[in-house]
């Protein structure tokens, strides 16, 4: 992601027959624009960014004489799906290192890559003193950054299970979703959606791919699988009551798939589950259909047999589990309305008023000076006009950085760096008033 870079700042003069001793008229420059994600109920799906990997930004454009500013660039809306989490990532490893958001919402807006700013005009830096300032700022350059994109299923209901328990089945039985079915284990191996619609409730159930035993330590494909769950306000544990080819036992599973979902995200354990049988059409499901009701009564969790074959039950499974996702909407809603900061606090990373205006550090062979406005004023010098270096000198003085410097003991000659840029440091006693304007930076 490349943010537009800013304009620069217009070096300018009023030159008009009969108007003498015209005064600076350069215009600002206008400000870069930025990237932004918004995230938008309509996109299913990451497709857009598979195989297009980078994105600008359009640049604020130069001013001009006659106070003419320049034009604003416009910001980049990328529109991401529902669930989309968004991290930098190091652009030498490419590994994650910051979460810059979550976009959960319709209509949450991230800005991954902030506009640069415009320079000034000359007439901005007209003092007493000085009332024919012959310099300008340059633009401030654009954030650019490689950030990742990951999207979470946002389903209200995830069917959890042991591989070939019949979630696929059971998702085609709920609604008009067709994932593939077939009666061999992993026929799932990515979560599908569908969507369910009763006379009272409309959501989504999301089947995801059976899990195994050891599925939390990333066994098989659990952590791909897991992560899918994390999203979903209901969990819908399913079993085969007949016990599949393995034979296995239903409660065995149940207690299995409890102990990987409570040791991936111990959350998961404190979610609203519901216990499904499912192919209890099958004549030797008796027993297993009465073992599991009795474990789910035990765990004090809705319990229901259905048959994803013949429909056996799914109607009540349907309504029951809408009432449910809509009891946990309302909860959350109303924990969001109570406890959510302001957005552009939590994903813009407001400046902290405590923060410091500089730092200064003792490198092995210099000085190191950081901050966003000594980095900020140093982009937008023009290091070929000696008045706006020693303009920035007088900044320097004016934020503290030369006090700053001589009680650290730093001596006369000691390089200071800046950005790429550096400095020969002079004590506030070798340095007189009138040389002050005839300092200089080098690269």
């Not at 098989?220 to 994390?230: A, P, T």
């Amino acid at each position: 992601m490349k943010a537009g870079d800013g304009g620069a700042g217009c070096l300018s003069f009023r030159r008009e027959a009969h108007v003498p001793k015209g005064g600076p008229d350069g215009g600002d420059g206008g400000d870069g624009g930025s990237v932004i994600l918004v995230a938008d109920p309509q996109k299913s799906s990451l497709v857009d960014y598979r195989y297009q990997h980078h994105f600008s930004a359009e640049r604020g454009t130069h001013g001009q004489g006659a106070r003419k500013h320049g034009k604003d660039g416009e910001d980049l809306i990328l529109p991401v799906p529902l669930g989309t989490q968004v991290r930098a990532l190091d652009e030498r490893t490419m590994e994650p290192v910051a979460e810059l958001g979550d976009l959960t919402r319709a209509g949450e807006r991230l800005e991954v890559a902030r506009g640069g700013k415009g320079g000034y005009g000359n007439p901005h830096f007209v003092t007493s003193v000085r009332r024919a300032p012959a310099f300008a700022e340059r633009g401030e350059p654009g954030k650019e950054l490689w950030i990742e994109l990951e999207m979470k299923l946002m389903a209200d209901a995830a069917l959890v299970g042991m591989p070939s328990v019949g979630k696929s089945s059971l998702v085609a039985a709920m609604s008009k979703a067709r994932p593939k079915v077939a009666s061999y284990p992993f026929t799932t191996l990515i979560p599908s959606l569908g969507a369910v619609r009763t006379e009272d409730y409309d959501y989504v159930v999301a089947d995801v791919p059976g899990l195994i035993e050891g599925a939390s330590a990333g066994r098989g494909l659990g952590h791909d699988f897991l992560r899918h769950i994390e999203r979903c306000s209901v969990i819908v544990h399913v079993v085969d009551a007949t016990g599949g080819f393995e034979g296995r036992n239903p409660v065995a599973d149940l207690e299995t798939i409890d102990v990987e979902l409570a040791t991936y995200d111990s959350e998961l354990a404190t979610r609203p589950q519901v216990i499904v049988a499912n192919k209890v059409d099958m004549p030797e499901s008796a027993q297993a259909v009465a073992a599991v009701a009795a474990k789910a009564a035990e765990l004090e969790r809705p319990f229901f047999a259905v048959s994803a074959l013949t429909g056996q039950g799914i109607p009540a499974l349907k309504q029951a589990l809408g009432a449910l996702v809509f009891e946990e909407r309302a909860r959350r809603v109303a924990e969001l309305a109570d406890a959510e900061e302001p957005y552009e606090r939590i994903w813009r990373g407001a400046r902290r008023s405590d923060e410091p205006p500089f730092t200064l550090v003792r490198e092995e062979d210099g000085w190191r000076i950081g901050g966003e406005r000594p980095e900020r004023w140093v982009v937008q010098t023009d290091w070929d006009n000696d008045e706006a270096v020693a303009y920035l000198q007088s900044r320097f003085a004016r934020l503290g950085i030369d006090d700053a410097l001589a009680e650290a003991g730093a001596e006369n000659g000691d390089e200071v760096r800046i950005l790429d840029i550096a400095f020969d440091y002079v004590g506030p006693r070798e340095l007189a008033d009138d040389e002050l304007d005839g300092a200089e930076g080098r690269r």
